[in-house]
């Protein structure tokens, strides 16, 4: 099973609102992923959570706040958010967080979550 | 130094074998090269990984070079199925970093 569940398929919110996205993963991954997607464009690295800490940062604006209550929740906390902000969120998880790109680090992603910020 | 790079497009027809070409010029000795599916407004698909060689699975085969400063990734005879967008992943400045995709259409 290299399923990755996401909530939200689909949110649409104001640029004062408060949202949360979600991720969960049950393969006993221990690294966890953030990717924002534009259109025409490949994901780019947001957050990356190894063993429950937070990793990397890919200098993401502050109204982008991850949280990693366990091993197999991640969720994205949303505030403030701008229009330019409107993008399709992936999530991803691996058996470890590494850059070969291994067997062991092979990134297995969940379907999405397309936001929308009015 | 150029990035991982790709062609950003191409087109095929039912039934022909197609190959993509990812060039990734400063990989170390050990690092793979993974290819990922994407359909619109779904989440990438792991398709097939290798470091050397060649590898093939049930999908696909994965040519990489003996200078690996590139890898073909091969999808034999494809089908309509099989227009998506095609990334390569492979490591560059200690990242992970995504290929800018292939959009594959295969038309009947």
Not at chain 1, 35 to 46: G, H, I, V
Not at chain 2, 65 to 87: F, H, M, N
Request: some cysteine.
């Amino acid at each position: 099973d290299t399923e990755v569940t996401q909530t939200p398929k689909h949110l649409v919110m104001g640029m004062t609102n408060k949202k949360s996205l979600k991720c969960e993963q049950h393969m006993g991954h221990r690294a966890m992923y953030w990717y924002k997607q534009k259109a025409k464009k490949p994901p780019e690295l947001m957050f990356v959570y190894s063993y429950e800490k937070l990793s990397i940062n890919e200098s993401v604006p502050s109204r982008f706040s991850p949280e990693c209550p366990n091993s197999s929740l991640l969720n994205l906390h949303l505030h403030a958010l701008q229009p330019e902000d409107s993008a399709l969120y992936l999530c991803a998880s691996s058996q470890v967080a590494g850059t070969a790109s291994g067997p062991l680090d092979t990134q297995y992603f969940g379907p999405g979550t397309r936001l929308t910020v009015l | 130094l150029a990035k991982i790079t790709q062609p950003i497009s191409m087109d095929s027809y039912e039934g022909q074998e197609v190959n993509i070409t990812c060039s990734h010029n400063n990989i170390a000795t050990n690092d793979y090269i993974t290819w990922y599916q994407q359909f619109p407004s779904q989440g990438p698909r792991f398709i097939i990984q290798g470091y050397k060689t060649k590898v093939t699975n049930e999908v696909a085969s994965l040519f990489i070079p003996a200078d690996r400063k590139s890898s073909t990734l091969s999808l034999p005879r494809v089908s309509l199925s099989d227009t998506a967008v095609y990334y390569c992943l492979a490591p560059w400045g200690g990242k992970l970093i995504f290929g800018q995709g292939t959009e594959l259409s295969v038309k009947p």
